[in-house]
């Protein structure tokens, strides 16, 4: 089946630090992935994804690449500010031609502080 | 547009009562899903629509639990005789399906029920 594993949080670091969020995929087809973000009090939203392998997917300075030999979708950040502290899911999606359904992992806290 | 909008944002009922979420999704969007989310865990499907057709359920929907997407605009997700294990966060997402796309959900704030 599909599945979708993330490192656990919760993640705190300082402004401007290297930030890597470890995630790992089971699917038994040929997946997309997603990372969505979900800032206090909002809803999720895309924030990059990637569709086939070797994909990076960019945005906001975060950067993910799609790597089928290790199953996996690291999202890292060179330099993270206090603005980015929001909860972070790592999404596969499977079938989008013949319907589908997404999976999440189970979220990253991120907090980074001044 | 205005994104996707649920209501009510918060419900408190007691165990037993009957519950109903509204969910109105981007207007051009054909697919609408619905999911669940507990503390600490990510998003967990329940079911979509494609239009006005319910194409997918999971077996987390159980017998107490409807969803409906009349006129393919709006959806209803209903809990009847609710129970302390349906406190959850209710999460609707709308999606344009094209077969070119790569499958990008929206979603609204969610619904937080809690069962007393």
């Known amino acids: 089946g599909n599945s979708v594993t993330q490192m656990e949080g919760p993640v705190t670091l300082s402004e401007e630090a290297f930030l890597t969020i470890n995630c790992t995929y089971t699917?038994?087809?040929?997946?997309?992935l997603f990372w969505y973000v979900q800032y206090p009090g909002e809803g999720l939203q895309l924030l990059l994804k990637?569709?086939?392998?070797?994909d990076k997917g960019s945005n906001k300075g975060f950067e993910a690449t799609y790597r089928k030999e290790t199953t996996s979708f690291h999202l890292e950040k060179g330099s993270v500010q206090v603005s980015d502290s929001a909860v972070y899911f790592c999404?596969?999606?499977?079938?989008?031609?013949?319907?589908?359904?997404?999976?999440f992992g189970t979220g990253t806290s991120l907090t980074v502080i001044p | 547009d205005t994104g996707v909008s649920q209501d009510p944002r918060h419900k408190i009922t007691k165990r037993g009562q009957n519950v109903t979420f509204r969910c109105d999704p981007i207007?051009?969007?054909?697919?609408l899903y619905w999911y669940r989310q507990t503390l600490g865990q990510g998003p967990e499907f329940l079911t979509y629509?494609?239009?006005?057709?319910?194409?997918?359920k999971s077996r987390l929907l159980s017998d107490r639990f409807s969803a409906e997407r009349p006129k393919g605009s709006f959806s209803t997700l209903e809990i009847q005789r609710t129970e302390q294990g349906d406190s959850a966060m209710y999460l609707c997402?709308?999606?344009?399906?094209?077969?070119?796309?790569?499958?990008?959900?929206?979603f609204g704030e969610g619904s937080r029920l809690t069962v007393l």
């Open positions: 999404a596969l999606s499977d079938r989008w031609d013949t319907g589908n359904q997404f999976y």
């Open positions: 699917a038994t087809g040929y997946p997309s």
């Open positions: 990637a569709t086939k392998a070797d």
């Open positions: 207007s051009e969007h054909n697919r």
């Open positions: 629509f494609q239009n006005e057709a319910q194409l997918e």
């Open positions: 997402a709308s999606a344009s399906y094209l077969p070119e796309n790569t499958g990008e959900l929206f």
